[in-house]
């Protein structure tokens, strides 16, 4: 009895040792955003220490890729919490604030899955009347392979 016993903790534990880690599409999505696209920018973006994972809308998706369809939204990335901890920001592109006195600020929606092999990451920086969207795609490694910029207007 006591073989058994000490063969399934090792079995069990063993098998948890080869359970993939969950891949977080907006926080990858986020760090070549911080890493690549503000790079390019001048001006200084407001943040929370928690970002808020907005809802995506099928009506939003990137205008700035034509060969874009949506096929099927993952409701699994629905289950995640809504909020997102920031990394250590370092950088001095970034404000850390704890609230917003005014209407500017980045907003990252959450990881939608276009299809089998691409999942989609909005985010949008919004600067009161106008807003800026980056349309991350992702592979279901979380290998980036591509992002486009867009915009609105209210």
Same mark, same amino acid.
């Given at each position: 009895m006591k073989n058994v016993v000490v063969k399934a903790i090792l079995i069990?534990?063993?098998?948890?040792?080869?359970?993939?880690?969950?891949?977080?599409?907006e926080k990858i999505a986020f760090e070549f955003y911080?890493?690549?696209?503000m790079n390019q920018s001048k001006e200084k973006i407001k943040l929370q220490k928690k970002l808020e994972r907005g809802a995506f809308d099928p009506n939003w998706?990137?205008?700035?890729? %034509? #060969? !874009?369809?949506? %096929? #099927? !939204?993952?409701?699994?990335?629905?289950?995640r919490s809504n909020q997102f901890e920031l990394p250590n920001l370092t950088d001095n592109k970034f404000k850390i604030k704890n609230r917003f006195r005014n209407t500017e600020y980045v907003c990252l929606d959450k990881a939608v899955l276009l299809n089998k092999t691409t999942v989609l990451v909005n985010?949008?920086?919004?600067?009161?009347?106008?807003?800026?969207?980056y349309h991350i795609l992702l592979d279901l490694k979380g290998k980036i392979l591509r992002?486009?910029?867009g915009g609105y207007t209210e």
């Open positions: 069990l534990v063993s098998y948890s040792g080869y359970c993939q880690e969950k891949i977080f599409y911080k890493d690549s696209i998706f990137p205008r700035c890729e %034509k #060969e !874009i369809k949506i %096929k #099927e !939204i993952d409701t699994v990335f629905d289950n985010i949008n920086e919004v600067y009161k009347h106008r807003g800026i969207y992002y486009c910029k």
